[in-house]
């Protein structure tokens, strides 16, 4: 009988667990702290810090099971889910790490025993094939002599994407820093499948599929391209767990493997459905999981950044299963079958089934209105047709914004004998995708969810309040006459003082006032097409359509705004006066509290480079330069000098802000009178956001004197803290730091010495019941993180054990279970976990082999240990 996926991906960890690495669990989707990445798309990125040498490693071995999304960016290929063998948005990724451990030698050796041997995968050998990168003589080398592989099936693969070291077999993290050959493992499929060798021109078949990556951090890469010699070299591994299930189970597809012909089989059944190789049901399966994992790791639907991708994903599933002829609210029900599909892996998922069934059944209705809203809006855009022929951008539009099914739109159109230009649809879609590669991810906004043919004026350049009429309100995404009290919604003007949302700045808050004292709270103002939307609560009476208004920018918010947003000007010419001109903008962010601004570059600032551009525009600033802004011909303004955004669409009219003889731009935003009212401009930070981008973040005026203040504060504190003054501050905290480094690892010394003695006391304290030794123990004098290791050195040196450990700190009981694989049919750590952990009110959780928990009732500790000789009793044959 052939593996199941999830005993593939125990026994993965059970085998390096068995070399030496320590199992650690995998990361959030979302990953704290790391802005670079929209998703954990890889094993390594938890561990980046590590291959950067800024953290120290815990353990030199390591190996997990990671949970990866790959939806957006530069790993977008959201359409091929579901009609392609291999494509995934969501995947568990196995991987392996050495941190200065072992290398080359023992990481492939490693591989191939576990693809191969009898024991575990037992691949034939004759059906493996394995890439290096060209000039990696030293893997070669090992692949031949040491694994006996021969030459033809290695393969060489040189710099086939230009210049040296761009390769398909060399990795690196980014433009500079860690990187390093690797060795792709193949699997051939067999010669009735299409497809050519790795490196050839028909490599992208399916015959050959790369199932393990084996990275050698070897150098690092500097500036220049230089290659150094990394002090301490590393491995890093991934396989994805699909892939190699598909082939352990010996099926083509990832989609014909057991999780996902059961979850199928589920969502047949829910959906009402007969069509059993309906591609659709391949789309569910797989956004079901996305969808729900996302939700656990606290991602909830919305229009922005990563909320946008759920709910992207979540009316895509939603689409195609009504184009399987499931009635509303199936999605959600989807949840159950997939925790039960998943087994261990599924353990978030259990925790939080509740949330996320409720926000899947919420965002599904939603859903419902808007395919409702977008048949609406199809029949409207037919009216308008004069041909026989739909246009393309109009299809766009409806599928992209309202998530219409295509082939209803065909099928619509088809019954009025009206055809759709699917070419312009096709173009309309790749310029779409291209978008989304920019901005590495779907960072979108909810201006397009909004179908507004309404107009409004922006005069806010001249005045921060006037008298308006409302032309349009907008409750709950759908267009009203009226507005109460308590409501959220959104308020169209014909004319209107507040700014939106747009070329990185922030939209003006304020209210909206009546005669009769109502109230509209403005908390945002953004742009739906040419409309200019406020985005609020009405908190007293009601307004309708119609009405006039006063509307009130808030002042002392809108004037720190506009500082910040000249200050970021003086800040882009700054930058290219010593960076040089080179320097482009990326990207910014202006809001009343600080600036942050992107722009190009390959390294980061030195801190003389930084402290030169602060010098610079504080200069600007006691110069008391004037800021006019014009309105001109885009040709004219360019030919002047102005700098424009490359990817900006401009129209035939920009408006061009100059400040004196310094600065000179297209924008559209508000901005100071001088450059004197800003008073201060003080750099918080500067930092990497993607690879050849910097981030600098700023402050200005009186939030840069606060900053200032704050930060000398704070080195007093310190400085009274260590005993010492401002200029012996660095020294005497360096010696301190030195001194802990010292401490830490004594301590670890003297704490694995303790498990040592700890376990030797415990094992001549073993009894054994039916032939298996039991270890129960409340230990005192050994804190909780030391407890796994303790269970790992007894299994180590026992057979047929089953251990149960338990230890008291700041008022919890942390308990742990451990049994040996041979006693898992009888038996399983998590199971004894469960039975301990409802005894003390606790709640935890593990794999068949090793379990923890953590529980509060320390009274009933003592009976629930003494309960556990009679409870294993029962279950041992």
Known sequence: MSKSTAQIRQEFLNFFHSKGHQIMTGSPLILPNDTTLLFTNAGMNQFKSIFLGQETPKYTRVTTAQRCLRVGGKHNDLEKVGYTARHHTFFEMLGNFSFGDYFKQEAISFAWELLTSPKWFGLPKHKLLVTVYAEDNETFKIWEKNIGLPFERIIRIGNNKGGPYASDNFWQMSETGPCGPCSEIFFDHGDHIPGGLPGSTEEDGDRYIEIWNLVFMQFNRKSDGTMIPLPMP?????????????????????????????????????????????????????????????????????????????????????????????????????????IHVMHEAAEILKTNRDKIEEVLKTEEEKCAKTLKRGLFLLNQELKQISGNILNGEAVFRLYDTFGFPVKL????????????????????????????????????????????????????????????????????????????SGQDGIIILNYTPFYPEGGGQIGD??????????????????????????????????????????????????????????????????????????VTQKGSLITAQNLRFDFSHDQPMTQQETRQVEIIINKQIRRNLLIEAHVMELNKAINLGAMALFNEKYDQYVRV??????????????????????????????????????????????????????????????????KSNHCNLYKKVSSLVEYTHILEKQLQKLQHQQVIQESLLLRKQSIKIKNTQIIINHIKTLEPKMLRILVDNLKYHLESTIIVLATISNGKISLITGVTKDLIHHITATHLLEYLANQVNGKGGGSPYLAQATGINIQALPTALANVKSWISDRLK
């Open 409 to 484: 739109i065909e099928d619509i159109c088809s019954e009025r004998h009206i055809t759709i230009d699917k070419i312009g649809f096709t173009l309309a879609m790749q310029e779409q995708r291209q978008r989304a590669r920019k901005a590495s991810g779907f960072n979108t906004n909810s201006n397009n969810i909004l179908y507004i043919t309404h107009k409004s004026k922006f005069k806010g350049y001249d005045f921060l309040q006037l008298h308006a009429m409302i032309s349009m309100i907008i409750v709950n995404e759908e267009i009203v006459d009226t507005i109460y």
């Open 657 to 722: 802000l100059k400040i004196d003889d310094f600065s000179l731009e297209l924008c559209g935003g508000t901005h100071a009178h001088r450059t004197g009212d800003i008073g201060l401009f003080h750099i918080t930070s500067e930092s990497g956001s993607a690879s050849g981008v910097r981030r600098i973040e700023a402050v200005t005026g009186e939030e840069a004197l606060l900053h200032k203040h704050y930060s000398y504060d704070i080195l007093s504190k310190i400085s009274q803290l260590v």
């Open 509 to 582: 808050i304020g209210t909206l006032k009546s005669h009769n004292d109502t109230h509209f709270i403005i908390k945002n103002t953004k742009k739906y097409s040419q409309a200019i939307g406020h985005i609020g609560t009405l908190t007293h009476g009601k307004l309708s359509k119609g009405e006039t208004v006063l509307a009130q920018v808030d002042e002392k918010n809108q004037k720190s705004i506009r500082l910040n947003h000249s200050a970021t000007h003086l800040l882009q010419a700054a930058l290219r006066l010593i960076l040089g001109p080179k």
């Open 234 to 338: 590393a491995v890093d591994t991934g396989m994805g767990l699909e892939r190699i299930a598909a082939v352990i189970q010996n099926v083509h597809s990832n989609y014909n493997i057991d999780l996902f012909k059961t979850l199928i089989k589920s969502i047949m059944q829910i959906t009402g459905t007969t069509k059993i190789h309906d591609q659709s049901l391949h789309v569910i399966a797989d956004h079901i999981r996305s969808c729900a994992f996302l939700i656990a790791d606290g991602v909830l639907p919305s229009n922005e950044n990563r909320s946008y991708v759920l709910r992207r994903l979540i009316r895509r599933a939603v689409r195609h299963g009504y184009t399987l002829g499931a009635q509303k609210g199936f999605f959600f029900k989807l949840v159950s079958p997939l």
